[in-house]
Nanobody
Framework: VQLQASGGGLVQAGGSLRLSCTAS????????FDWWRQAPGKQREWVAT???????NYVGSVQGRFAISTDNAKSTVYLQMNNLKPEDTAVYYC??????????????????WGQGTQVTVSS
């Protein structure tokens, strides 16, 4: 399973960017996608989650400015980021959480991370 993230860049405060992350899944069944971010010198921070039922949740600092969504195939996750602030500057990572089917009818939970895409917001 590979996750390929893209869409980062340099933008002025108040601007917008849309991040994308496409998963090549094989037999892996995705239950939810997350976006995380890591600013220099800080721990990785959860940003948003969307489930396979299209239920979305956000960290408070991005509520109302960011929107997470998926395509119809549920293989690509997007993060629309509006009204960006300098404190949004970070490397953004996508994550897919799901299960592999096992031979005996069960499932094996697993998660995968993308490689990260840099978002820089200038003041």
């Amino acid at each position: 399973v590979q996750l390929q993230a893209s869409g980062g860049g340099l933008v002025q405060a108040g601007g917008s960017l849309r991040l994308s992350c496409t998963a090549s899944t094989g037999t892996f069944r995705i239950k939810s996608f997350d976006w995380w971010r890591q600013a220099p010198g800080k721990q990785r921070e959860w940003v948003a989650t969307i489930t396979s039922a299209d239920i979305a949740n956000y960290v408070g600092s991005v509520q109302g400015r960011f929107a997470i969504s998926t395509d119809n195939a549920k293989s690509t996750v997007y993060l629309q980021m509006n009204n960006l602030k300098p404190e949004d500057t970070a490397v953004y990572y996508c994550r897919a959480d799901g299960v592999f089917p096992t031979g005996n009818g069960g499932t094996l939970p697993y998660d995968f991370w993308g490689q990260g895409t840099q978002v820089t917001v200038s003041s």
